[in-house]
């Protein structure tokens, strides 16, 4: 078996502000994802990356950048903060793309004051 | 592009009920997943069902490629089932990335 880990848990923010979350798997996997669930809104692909250094932009991307430094981990940046934002930034991974299994980490709690 | 939809978007149920929750798509697809998300958790994949029955327990998945769904059966709910069930396929068009619907929000009561 293996883990997702996300740091950190919780993170409050302030408007403008470059904030940086990052994700850490055990997995071995290739492919790691970065979603953000919005109530009402379901999940949205913001980046995924399928190997390391490799970077792919989802239906989400701006306003974000990403880094894929090893295989093991994946960040994500918020770029500028938007004001009263609040929302729940997940990290998956699995073994490839498309319709393996993705296992997630547990989120991180954004909240932009 | 491809469209996924979940119902019901809610359901409240007394425990010992069942429920029939259904994830309906536009097109053809390679893939479907349940998922399952505890509040204020994480996701767990439930099934990778790409077509047919799969049991796990109290659950049970059927995908039926030709009707363009899937359905997530709960036989002898519990209150601990309660959370957020959510559907993700892989388009046969893009096999690149999982496409998701809005989920069904389960509560059920003692």
């Known amino acids: 078996g293996g883990i997702i880990t996300q740091t950190p848990k919780f993170l409050i923010g302030q408007e403008g502000q470059k904030l940086t979350l990052k994700c850490q798997q055990n997995?071995?996997?290739?492919?790691m994802y970065w979603y953000r669930q919005d109530s009402g809104k379901g999940l949205r692909l913001i980046y995924y990356?399928?190997?390391?250094?490799?970077?792919q932009k989802g239906d989400l991307s701006e306003g974000y950048d990403a880094s894929r430094e090893k295989k093991s981990s994946f960040s994500l940046t918020v770029t500028s903060a938007q004001k009263n934002e609040m929302a729940v930034f997940l990290c998956?991974?699995?073994?490839?793309?498309?319709?393996?299994?993705?296992?997630f980490g547990p989120g991180t709690r954004l909240l932009v004051l | 592009g491809q469209q996924v939809q979940q119902s019901p978007a809610s359901l409240v149920l007394q425990e010992g009920e069942n429920a029939e929750l259904q994830c309906n798509f536009s097109?053809?697809?390679?893939?479907m997943q349940w998922f399952y998300q505890r509040p204020g958790g994480s996701l767990v994949s439930l099934f990778y069902?790409?077509?047919?029955?799969k049991h796990s327990g109290r659950l049970t998945s059927t995908t039926v490629i030709k009707e363009r769904r899937s359905s997530l059966h709960i036989s002898s709910s519990q209150t601990t089932d309660s959370g957020t069930y959510l559907c993700?396929?892989?388009?046969?068009?893009?096999?690149?990335?999982?496409?998701w619907g809005l989920g069904t929000s389960l509560v059920v009561n003692p």
């Open positions: 993700a396929l892989e388009d046969v068009g893009d096999n690149s990335k999982l496409i």
């Open positions: 997995f071995n996997h290739d492919t």
């Open positions: 069902n790409p077509s047919g029955t």
């Open positions: 998956a991974s699995s073994i490839g793309t498309g319709g393996d299994t993705q296992y």
């Open positions: 097109t053809s697809l390679n893939s």
């Open positions: 990356s399928i190997t390391e250094n490799d970077l």
